[in-house]
């Protein structure tokens, strides 16, 4: 077998447990004669499978019981659309803006009604969080909305913002279940499955139920109510069920080795490792404000877009795979999720140092 370390901030590495494990149970899954591919989602092996990864779930997180927890469709961006509809009641929401994805969600909020914009870091190519310990939020509000990890920029809110009462949504698409976090803090925060926890194809909803009722905006279509869903347990329609699946195991991972603390002080570990040697090198540097740094996307250029492009090729060659920044950004990035382990970072570390030495004076 030969691995490679893949950087890609998603879809991203996944535990090789759980790979391992997943195609032990391909042809057979534990003696029904087929895959959870090809099983009915509304068999009782199948049920099993949804509700245990339900239940670890809010095992790991500490979901209190009046949250629900929904395994919807659609990628991340279909939320970008269901929370205006489904929350913006007075027809106004705030956004902070912290880069592509929060813009994309601000934009898609402005289809529905007057949405905000809080605060913003555009100034500085989203290299910061903005301060939000007293935005301009209005009592007309639904909602604040913010993006907690930003994958493209690698910036992270390390302390929420003062919602002043608000109901705070969040998009923590590349930081969910990366360290403990208080879910009572949340009216709702959703992730796309397929940085740190699963495959594409789920999203992944949690939502204080008061929040879930049928006053929704007019010509909003039944697939994009949440009541619809949680009415039904995430399976009014087909969900993604092999994906939930995938995802129930990366949960059992988690719980396994030591849940969301351990989580924690291995991504920072991690984290450490590449920003230290970011701070130390000659050649390399990080493109974020210190304090703002994502424990795991870490953005970094030489300054020279030759070397950069240079080292993206070397890089590959040496099986370090996927660390060209987004395309909207250039540079590079490494994503250091939950699957990376400590050594693919330490390999990175060694190989940057090698370049560095080669090509620091070229
Ligand atoms: N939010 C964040 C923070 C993301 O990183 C991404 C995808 N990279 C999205 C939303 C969009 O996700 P999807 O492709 O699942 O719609």
Known sequence: ????????????????????????????????????????????????????????????????????????????????????????????????????????????????????????????????????????????????????????????????????GKNLIADVSSCFLSEPIDVTKYAMLYAGAQKNVGPAGVTICIIREDLITEDVLPQTPTMLRYKIHADNGSMYNTPPAYAIYICGKVFKWLLKTGGLEKRKEVNEEKAKILYDFLDSSELFKGTVEPASRSLMNVPFVTGDSELDAKFIAESKAAGFENLKGHRTVGGMRA????????????????????????????
């Open 335 to 362: 994503s250091i999720y939950n699957a990376m382990p400590v050594e693919g970072v330490k390999a990175l570390v060694e190989f940057m140092k090698k370049f560095e030495a080669e090509n620091k004076h070229a």
């Open 1 to 164: 077998m030969s691995r490679i370390y893949n950087f890609s901030a998603g879809p991203a590495m996944l535990p090789v447990e759980v790979l391992q494990e997943a195609a032990d149970e391909m042809l057979d899954y534990r003696g029904c004669g087929m895959s959870v591919m090809e099983m009915s989602h509304r068999s009782k092996v199948y049920e099993t499978i949804i509700q245990e990864a339900q239940a670890d779930l809010r095992t790991l997180l500490g979901i209190p019981d009046n949250y629900k927890v929904l395994f919807l469709q659609g990628g991340a961006s279909t939320q970008f659309a269901m929370i205006p509809m489904n929350f913006m009641k007075n027809r106004k929401a705030g956004y902070v803006v912290t880069g592509q994805w929060a813009k994309k969600a601000f934009a898609e909020a402005k289809i529905f009604g007057e949405a905000v914009e809080l605060a913003s870091s555009a100034d500085k190519t989203f290299s910061y969080i903005p301060d939000c310990s007293d935005l301009p939020i209005t009592d007309d509000m639904d909602y604040v909305y913010i993006c907690e990890n930003n994958t493209i920029y690698g910036t992270k809110f390390k302390t929420l913002p003062n919602t002043k």
